[in-house]
């Protein structure tokens, strides 16, 4: 069963939803035996110390990578094995992941308090209008936060003074899970209801956006098109998924939209290259052309099974199912070519995150973040 949790926001008021997408289980913790055509291996796995309960993306900068748990451990780990940098605990439920800039963390707990800390101390916190599901960005000396209301409010990195806040109206319901926030050269990309931003950060001016789906149909749930994170960038082009509707590329120099296409899927898409790679609510693996558009393959042998977003890199494209193993496929067919169990049957709280060419790192929904190498 895969969970959707929406949120409702009317006039600065929020309500939460709980609405379900229930799909067919077939998948099953008996696994077949694999003749492996890629070498795979775990490097190492640490215990954060508290389950994760919610969707999110790991930080990694400067060698290290930011976590946060749900009961509140927030910590620093670094990149070569696991060990943490630094490790703190905050007052409250953690909602959101953590941004993180090599130097300062931020993350977002469910009391709507924007908590900012600094070599395992709490520097400032401010108080959030509405809640925060997306991890928030820290970037050139600021701190950027998408809220459920869907706005953008930016901070002073170092002193918590709020800058400015960028709002847009969109329908009723908002999705309960990371939506688009990233840097891109001297531009922060948000996505604000179906419609992907650029934003200039200095005094969250709009600088230019472009609409990867419209909303249609009766009722709120049907009109419901939010972008989803993680997004995926090809150089100037980042490509992104409007929930239940279309994925589709942006310049994002330029502000232009490049294609879109019906696609029927919660999670967040990724690219390599010319190649973007989706998971469809059933299951099925989608893989297209990042220059137009083309339909390159589509893969049916995850039919059924809940899948993380996935991660498509040098090596082949990685994911990770509900009841706990990663899998690295072929890009040229979506063949499996090896898969690892994690020994997490709630399956996992991020996509697997690329640290470099050969190594990726994913954690579990259980509190657990695992390195991979494949040579």
């Not at 077949?32 to 993306?57: C, F, V």
């Not at 997490?344 to 709280?349: E, K």
Request: proline share 3%.
């Amino acid at each position: 069963m895969l969970k959707q949790i929406l949120s409702v926001s009317r006039a600065g008021t929020s309500l939460f939803l709980a609405f379900a997408l229930v799909l067919s289980a077939c998948s099953s913790n008996k696994v077949k035996p694999l003749q492996t055509k890629q070498d795979m291996r775990a490097l190492w796995s640490t215990d954060l110390g508290g389950e994760i309960n919610y969707p999110t993306t790991l930080s990694i900068v400067n060698d290290q990578i930011a976590t946060a748990t749900s009961s509140g451990s927030v910590a620093v780990l670094n990149v070569s094995n696991g060990s943490f940098a630094w490790k703190i605990k905050i007052k409250g439920t953690i909602n959101s992941g953590a941004g993180f800039d090599g130097t300062r963390v931020a993350v977002v707990t469910q009391d709507n308090d924007l908590v900012v800390i600094e070599n395992g101390k709490i520097i400032w916190q401010q108080n959030l209008s509405a809640q925060a599901f997306t991890s928030p960005v820290v970037a050139g000396l600021r701190v950027f936060v998408l809220l459920a209301d869907r706005s953008v409010v930016a901070f002073d990195g170092a002193t918590g003074k709020k800058l400015w806040t960028q709002q847009r109206t969109g329908d009723a319901l908002v999705l309960k899970q990371a939506g688009v926030l990233a840097p891109f050269h001297n531009t922060l990309i948000a996505g604000l209801g179906a419609r992907l931003s650029g934003l200039d950060p200095l005094t969250g001016k709009v600088l230019w956006e472009s609409a990867l789906a419209n909303p249609r149909g009766i009722n709120d749930l049907e009109r419901l098109v939010d972008l989803v994170g993680p997004v995926g960038r090809v150089g100037d082009v980042i490509c992104t998924r409007a929930f239940q509707a279309q994925i589709g590329c942006v310049d994002a120099d330029l502000g232009k939209l490049i294609w879109t296409r019906p696609s029927f899927g919660e999670e967040g898409i990724s690219v390599y290259e010319n190649q973007l790679v989706s998971i469809e609510s059933n299951g099925q693996i989608l893989s297209w052309k990042v220059s137009n558009g083309d339909r390159l393959w589509d893969r049916d042998a995850f039919k059924n099974h809940h899948l993380t977003a996935p991660l498509v890199a040098s090596k082949g494209i990685f994911l990770g199912d509900s009841v706990g193993w990663v899998y690295l496929l072929s890009k040229e067919d979506g063949s499996v070519l090896n898969r690892l169990p994690v020994g997490s049957s709630r399956g996992f709280a991020s996509p697997p995150t690329a640290i470099d060419s050969e190594h990726i790192v994913i954690a579990t929904k259980n509190g657990v973040i695992s390195q991979y190498y494949t040579p």
